[in-house]
């Protein structure tokens, strides 16, 4: 039987740089987000500088998610959904759902603002949820670029099937293939799905890397057996053989090149410049962003303690 490694001092030859067990916040009802980036063990792997697990978890009837619409600058935001819906709506009218296997790639750039809930039709009955977030700084020649929205469906993305393997190319590229998500930096981000037993090589062609687990175990070998729910660090410079437990695994590979200087984060604003980051605070104080059409709530700019926080 598949034991997961319970301690995280790791071997003088460990593969991994670092193991991050994320922190998981309750926003009611038990509806559990799990965040492992960024944490103290890792700020940023490649230009991946937020990922977020959301569930698994059943809405009951008449309840759903309710996030108001909030302002990003700097980034771009990535859903992608194992199961459930969200809709999707933004200030450059985007109305847009998003199922599970699909990509909603949004472009902050300068300025965007967007809510995500629950449909009307879905509340109608008990709704699952399951899926990731991630927030992917932009190059320091793009942060100012025109917000834009990308949805991409299930079939567009590249598909690679091997015996045991199934993986499917979210966003950049890895293993000879890239998706459509118009990313702006040298990245990849790969939903992998391994049967029982199953084998594959992360590839080493890129400088940062990281896997994070959402189901089953991951056998590392003499590095050990690992949970769902572990971001895993890889070293650089070599590829790595993972092996998935007795009941298979699921993971999301991501990672890429780092970027060319550190990044600020404060709430959700993503900046080469700490005081960029105040002037999109004050902006939205102000209420000076667009407003997304056809809603009036929104989320107030929290009480941010000190200076934003720079990465790494």
Known sequence: MDQPTTHHELPPDSLLETIVVPRTHDLGENFNV??????KQRRM????VFLDQMG???????RGLDVRPHPHIGLAT????????????D??????AIRPGEVNWMTAGRGIVHSERTSA????????????????????AHEECDPGFQHIGRDELPLEKAEGITARIVAGSLF???????????????????QPHARAQVPAEYSERAIYITEGMLDLGSDGVFQAGQLLVLKPGQPVT???GQLGARMMLLGGEPMEGPRYLTWNFVSSSADRIEQAKQDWRQQRFAPVPGETEFIPLPDLPGKPVSYP
Do not use: N
């Open 34 to 39: 799990r965040r492992a980036l960024p944490s």
């Open 78 to 89: 990535v859903t992608y959904l194992y199961t459930g819906e969200i809709m999707h709506r």
């Open 56 to 62: 698994p978890h059943v809405f009951h009837a008449g």
């Open 121 to 140: 039709d879905m509340r109608q009955q008990a709704s699952p949820l399951f899926g990731l977030q991630c927030w992917v700084a932009l190059p320091k």
């Open 91 to 96: 200030s450059l009218g985007v109305v847009q």
């Open 176 to 194: 000879g293939m890239r998706s459509p998500a118009p990313t702006l930096s040298d990245m990849f981000y790969v939903d992998l799905h391994l």
């Open 45 to 48: 792997v490649g230009p991946f």
């Open 242 to 244: 993972i092996k998935a």
